[in-house]
Structure formats: structure tokens, C-alpha cells
T-cell receptor
């Protein structure tokens, strides 16, 4: 394990479902991120939290709702998703301004049916 | 707009050969250039990183070459091994920013 734990590892949900992805980091980092990874495309930054305050929302549709109750936990709440939202969702954390590198979790493989 | 362009999309190399992956960036404010390695079923892991004050950095069989004037940097994997088979991502960021901009990735296959 890298110190960033994501659950569940796999998730299949219908378009009318509501589900949540969870991320927990044990590294004492102060910044956390959600990225979307689709095949053959660059990782897409979705949200950035610094000291549990959202500092970036990269024009993400409102059907994705992040929550960061503290610097160690990050959630991504999902509702009324579309099939094109199927992807690997990666959580990452970093210390300070990220120039020391992110630590990624193993991701949640989401399939929307 | 994609801020970091990576090529090739995939490459196959024989065991013992050299793998070369290239990246180009547009934003001259970028001053941190990491490479990440991702195995199937895992998240990307930091492999090696460079700052623009040096032209080359080597860690074991992995070397980053950096050309500031051309706004290009590359990863060389020397003596490639089957265990190096993975997807490699280049990235870039500014020291004042939390955001990493990633390339699209290169899938490297090392044939035994």
C-alpha cells in the first residue's frame, strides 16, 4: 500500500443510483486530489483540497460532489451518472504545494450501466 | 488545452534495450517535471523528477533529459527489463501551484 487507500476498488452503478467513493491518506499530507483516468487520455484533475478547503473545481459536472471533512479523508459522492463517466477514479495526496510529488491510491474502477 | 504532450503512445522494446519517451510543454512557468510509472490495477507512482536548473538526472537505469530552450524533456530506460513493462506518464507543474498537468501516457512493453 502506498499510504493512500481508496474504497471500493470496483463499483458498478446504474444511472439513477447514488454512491460514494472514499479516500484516506496516512501520510500527514495537507492536500488531496481527485483525478479521472480514461483510456489513452491524460489524467484529468477534478478537485483539489488544501487543508480540507476546496481550492480547485476543474469544471466538473455537478453530478460529482466532493467532500473533505478533514485533511486525511476525501469523498466523491456520485449521483445520476452517465455511461461516459465510467473510468478509473484516482485519489492522491501531497505535502505543501505538490512539488515533492503526489502519492496516488490504487483507484476505484467505476462502471456506469 | 493539453499542457503536456507525450509520445509515443506505446512502444515495444527487447530486453536489454533502451526505451525513450518524449514530452513537450508550453507553459514556461512550469518548474517541476516528474515521471510516474503505473502498473495495471495500481495508481501511478512517482519514478523520478527533475527541475529546470539541471539538464539531466539519473537514478539507476532511469534518466531524465531536460531541454529548457526547446521546452522538452524525456525519459530513458536503460537495459530495459520485463518488470519495466508499465504505463509511464510525464507531468509538469509550477512551484506555486498544487496542480500537476499530465501527459497522455506511454505503454511500454519489454519483450524477454
Amino acid at each position: 500500500e502506498t499510504g493512500v487507500t481508496q474504497t471500493p476498488r470496483h463499483l458498478v452503478m446504474g444511472m439513477t443510483n447514488k454512491k460514494s467513493l472514499k479516500c484516506e491518506q496516512h501520510l500527514g499530507h495537507n492536500a488531496m486530489y481527485w483525478y479521472k483516468q480514461s483510456a489513452k487520455k491524460p489524467l484529468e484533475l477534478m478537485f483539489v483540497y488544501n487543508f480540507k478547503e476546496q481550492t480547485e473545481n476543474n469544471s466538473v459536472p455537478s453530478r460529482f460532489s466532493p467532500e473533505c471533512p478533514n485533511s486525511s479523508h476525501l469523498f466523491l459522492h456520485l449521483h445520476t451518472l452517465q455511461p461516459e463517466d465510467s473510468a478509473l477514479y484516482l485519489c492522491a495526496s501531497s505535502q505543501d504545494q505538490g512539488t515533492y510529488g503526489y502519492t496516488f491510491g490504487s483507484g476505484t474502477r467505476l462502471t456506469v450501466v | 488545452q493539453q499542457q503536456v504532450k507525450q509520445s509515443p503512445q506505446s512502444l515495444i522494446v527487447q530486453k536489454g534495450g533502451i526505451s525513450i519517451i518524449n514530452c513537450a510543454y508550453e507553459n514556461t512557468a512550469f518548474d517541476y517535471f516528474p515521471w510516474y510509472q503505473q502498473f495495471p490495477g495500481k495508481g501511478p507512482a512517482l519514478l523520478i523528477a527533475i527541475r529546470p536548473d539541471v539538464s539531466e538526472k539519473k537514478e539507476g537505469r532511469f534518466t531524465i533529459s531536460f531541454n529548457k530552450s526547446a521546452k522538452q524533456f524525456s525519459l530513458h530506460i536503460m537495459d530495459s527489463q520485463p518488470g519495466d513493462s508499465a504505463t509511464y506518464f510525464c507531468a509538469a507543474s509550477r512551484a506555486t501551484d498544487y496542480k500537476l498537468s499530465f501527459g497522455a501516457g506511454t505503454t511500454v512493453t519489454v519483450r524477454a
